[in-house]
């Protein structure tokens, strides 16, 4: 009986903390105004392509402009190179646990970019997740990934920085 309730005591202090971080996530939250506004960077981007059933990956020769203009309704519109976002919003990543244990970011942008970013991509749409730190009010740290399910690829490592 007591090795039951010793079993018991460990699943609870595992999974209480875990659904109150994910009940945190649900609860209504405002996007601090410091985020509302145009940021961009620049920096060089690559893709990857699954063919063959291997994934090759192309980068840009150059760095491509990466313009975002943040709503204050947490709309995100703009551009990575010559394709653009479509859907993308920002959400709020993570509950207080996640935070305590730096397992990941405040905020996150996601959604889809449309069109191929460089002249050799040839991916039409693709998601992305854009997870990312706001280091001081001018400065955001991000990186960018492609995203498909669970599936996730680094694209790029960016320093957004917000436009007067």
């Given at each position: 009986?007591?090795?039951?309730?010793?079993?018991?005591?460990?699943?609870l202090?595992i999974?209480?903390p875990i659904?109150?971080?994910?009940?945190?996530?649900?609860?209504?939250?405002?996007?601090?105004?410091?985020?509302v506004?145009?940021?961009?960077?620049?920096?060089?981007?690559?893709?990857?392509f699954?063919?063959?059933?291997k994934?090759?990956?192309?980068?840009?020769?150059?760095a491509?402009?990466?313009?975002?203009?943040?709503?204050?309704?947490?709309s995100?519109?703009?551009?990575?190179?010559?394709?653009?976002?479509?859907?993308?919003?920002?959400?709020?990543?993570?509950?207080?646990?996640s935070?305590?244990?730096?397992?990941?970011?405040d905020?996150?942008?996601?959604?889809?970019i449309?069109?191929?970013?460089?002249?050799?991509?040839?991916?039409?749409?693709?998601?992305?997740?854009?997870?990312?730190?706001?280091?001081?009010?001018?400065?955001?740290?991000?990186?960018?990934?492609?995203?498909?399910?669970?599936?996730?690829?680094?694209?790029a490592?960016?320093?957004?920085?917000?436009?007067?």
């Amino acid at each position: 009986m007591k090795k039951k309730n010793i079993y018991l005591i460990i699943v609870l202090a595992i999974v209480l903390p875990i659904g109150f971080n994910f009940l945190q996530l649900a609860i209504p939250w405002t996007l601090p105004k410091s985020f509302v506004g145009n940021w961009s960077s620049k920096q060089k981007v690559t893709v990857r392509f699954h063919h063959n059933n291997k994934y090759d990956f192309k980068t840009s020769i150059d760095a491509v402009d990466i313009n975002l203009t943040i709503s204050e309704t947490g709309s995100v519109s703009g551009n990575i190179g010559n394709a653009v976002f479509k859907d993308c919003s920002v959400t709020k990543n993570t509950g207080w646990m996640s935070k305590f244990k730096n397992f990941s970011t405040d905020f996150m942008i996601s959604g889809k970019i449309a069109g191929a970013i460089f002249p050799d991509d040839t991916i039409a749409e693709i998601g992305i997740r854009f997870p990312f730190f706001k280091t001081t009010d001018t400065k955001i740290k991000a990186t960018i990934y492609e995203s498909k399910g669970w599936d996730i690829f680094p694209m790029a490592d960016v320093n957004l920085e917000k436009q007067k």
